[in-house]
């Protein structure tokens, strides 16, 4: 098993410790929120050799024009680190469309399928989608 940590603006100033596998770091959020932050984290795990990926936090807006903008302020992470699509907004009325309009958008700029993190009460809104064949899955798991 590995050990990584999910970190975004919030965690500003973190050294990253040697300690852990990887990181997943937030990159963008909806159509206009691109975390200043994130190139330094990518750059802390690239220099102590850790894992890592870039995430988008999903919002109601268009899931193709988010893709785009995820796209869009990640070229340099492509090739490198792992895509990830953040879904978890109770604003969001049809995941499973919204999830698969931006994964197939994603797929179309990029050729890579971003993995899908959203909790293990949510998977089942994902039911009938290819998504669920083409993308990884990270479940948001809280043990304590």
Request: glycine share 10%; aromatic share 14%; proline share 4%.
């Amino acid at each position: 098993m590995l050990t990584c940590i999910d970190i975004s603006n919030w965690q500003n100033g973190l050294n990253i410790p040697e300690s852990i596998d990887g990181c997943i770091i937030k990159a963008t959020e909806g159509l206009t929120f691109v975390d200043k932050y994130c190139d330094g984290f990518v750059t802390q795990c690239r220099a102590k050799g850790l894992l890592w990926g870039f995430y988008h936090f999903m919002t109601s807006a268009d899931p193709e024009k988010q893709a785009l903008f995820f796209a869009e302020n990640t070229k340099g992470y492509s090739g490198f680190g792992i895509p990830v699509l953040d879904i978890e907004s109770s604003l969001i009325s049809n995941w499973g469309d919204s999830a698969q309009r931006f994964v197939d958008k994603y797929h179309a700029i990029t050729g890579v399928y971003p993995v899908i993190y959203a909790s293990a009460s949510t998977l089942s809104k994902f039911n009938g989608y290819p998504l669920v064949e083409t993308c990884g899955l990270w479940i948001a798991g809280y043990p304590d």
